[in-house]
C-alpha cells in the first residue's frame, strides 16, 4: 500500500501543529517572567532615603556625571508626573512627588526592536538584557524608549567612577546601559540589591507568570498602575500607589 | 655594463638598509628572547592544558563571554571534569593570573598584541584596590 500525495501532506500538516504546540505548551509552563511592584506611599515615607539608588551605582559602576545631559542612570527618582504623563487633576495628590524609576523590562521592549546589532534582547526569563560587548552606541535603543531608561556613555565612564567594583565591569565611551534587574545576582538565588537594601521594604521582587509568588498576591490584593500602558510595551513594573 | 659600479653599490647600500634590524639588534646586545611571565603560586593547572591554553585563550574567553552574557550559563566544565565559574575577574584574574601586569601585559607588548580591549570595561582588581585607596586618601 503505497501513501498518496494528499495523505502524505494531511499527516505533515498535523504533525507540524501537534509539534509546534507541544513546545509552546512546554515554554509557557517553564517559563518565568520576573517583575517588581513598587508600592510609592511607603517610599514616600522617607522622602530623603537614596538606599536603593546608592547600592545599585556602587555595585554597577556607574560613573556620576553631574551634567544632565550626560548622567547615567539606572534605578533613579523621577516626579510623578514625568514618569506617568500629565492629568489635569486627578493626580494633583502626587505632583511633585518623587518616586523611584528603572527599566521596565518590558514584554514587548521597543529597545529590543530597533537594535541592529541584536546587543540588547528579551531573555525568556523577562529580563531585558544587554551585551555591551556588541553594543555599538547607535542610540536607536534610546530614542526607541518611551521611559527614558537607558543611558549613554558620551565620554570614557571610568573617571567618574567614584569606587571601581572589580567584581562587575565598566562601560566604556560609546555604549548604552541601564538596569538589567541585577542578572549576575539573580544567577546566584539573589533579589536585586535595590531590593535588598531598601530600608521601607517598599520593593517586591518576583516571578509574575507563578500565581503563588508575593508579587502576584501584592498585585491582587492592591490596585497599581502602569508607566504609559497606552503605547503597548507591557512594563514589568508595577505601581502601588 | 658601464654601471656595474654604481649598481653594485646601490644594491649593497640597499640590503644594508633592509637588514639594519637584524644587525641592529646584534650590535646592541638586546635580545629577543621571550619574556618571563610570572606563573601564579597557588595552581598548578588551568582550566585548559598549559599548550592549548597558550594557543586558544582568545577562543575560550570569546566561548566564555557567548555563555555567560547571551546564554544565561554560570559554570564552565572543562574536558578534564572541573567545574569553573565564568568570569575573567573572579575566575582567572582573582583566584590565579593575580598580577595581570606580569602575566597577561608583559607577552601581549612583547607580541604587539593589538587589543584585546577587555580591560577596557572588565577591572584589573589591582586597579580598583589602587583607584580606591587613592580616592579615599
Not at chain 1, 542612570?73 to 516626579?79: C, D, E, G, Q, T
Amino acid at each position: 500500500m503505497s501513501v498518496t500525495r494528499k495523505e502524505f501532506l494531511r499527516a505533515a500538516g498535523v504533525s507540524l501543529v501537534v509539534l509546534a504546540g507541544g513546545k509552546s505548551l512546554l515554554k509557557g509552563a517553564n517559563g518565568k517572567r520576573w517583575g517588581m511592584v513598587i508600592d510609592v506611599p511607603k517610599c514616600l515615607a522617607k522622602p530623603d532615603c537614596t538606599k536603593c539608588m546608592d547600592a545599585c551605582n556602587a555595585a554597577h559602576n556607574i560613573p556620576h556625571f553631574t551634567d544632565p545631559r550626560r548622567e547615567v542612570k539606572w534605578i533613579w527618582k523621577a516626579k510623578f508626573e514625568d514618569a506617568f504623563g500629565e492629568t489635569e487633576y486627578a493626580a494633583d495628590a502626587f505632583r511633585d512627588k518623587l518616586l523611584p524609576v528603572l527599566c521596565n523590562h518590558c514584554a514587548q521592549p521597543a529597545c529590543v526592536r530597533v537594535c541592529p546589532t541584536q546587543a540588547t534582547w528579551k531573555r525568556e526569563d523577562g529580563i531585558v538584557m544587554m551585551d555591551w560587548h556588541r553594543c555599538i552606541g547607535c542610540r536607536y535603543c534610546m530614542a526607541a524608549c518611551p521611559y527614558g531608561s537607558r543611558s549613554f556613555n558620551w565620554s570614557d565612564p571610568r573617571p567618574a567612577i567614584p569606587a571601581l567594583n572589580s567584581d562587575y565591569p565598566t562601560r566604556t565611551r560609546g555604549v548604552v546601559e541601564k538596569c538589567t534587574f541585577c542578572e549576575e545576582r539573580l544567577a546566584k538565588n539573589q533579589l536585586p540589591l535595590c531590593v535588598e537594601v531598601c530600608p521601607q521594604k517598599a520593593l517586591t521582587f518576583g516571578d509574575l507568570n507563578d500565581p503563588n509568588s508575593e508579587i502576584r498576591r501584592k498585585l491582587r490584593e492592591q490596585f497599581t498602575i502602569q508607566r504609559k500602558p497606552e503605547l503597548g510595551t507591557k512594563p514589568g513594573i508595577y505601581y502601588i500607589v | 655594463m658601464r654601471d656595474k659600479g654604481l649598481i653594485t653599490t646601490g644594491l649593497v647600500i640597499f640590503l644594508g638598509l633592509v637588514t639594519f634590524p637584524f644587525w641592529y639588534a646584534k650590535a646592541s646586545g638586546e635580545t629577543a628572547a621571550a619574556p618571563r611571565r610570572v606563573l601564579p603560586t597557588n595552581a598548578k593547572e588551568c582550566v585548559l592544558p598549559v599548550e592549548q591554553m597558550r594557543a586558544q585563550h582568545p577562543k575560550l574567553l570569546m566561548d566564555w563571554r557567548q555563555l555567560r552574557v547571551r546564554d544565561d550559563v554560570q559554570n564552565y566544565t572543562a574536558p578534564d571534569g572541573r567545574t569553573y565559574s565564568i568570569s575573567l575577574t573572579g575566575t582567572c584574574l582573582k583566584q590565579c593570573h593575580t598580577n595581570k601586569a606580569e602575566f597577561c601585559d608583559r607577552c601581549h607588548n612583547y607580541e604587539a598584541v593589538q587589543g584585546p580591549y577587555c580591560m577596557d570595561c572588565h577591572v584589573d582588581p589591582r586597579l580598583a584596590a589602587r583607584v580606591v585607596a587613592w580616592r579615599t586618601e
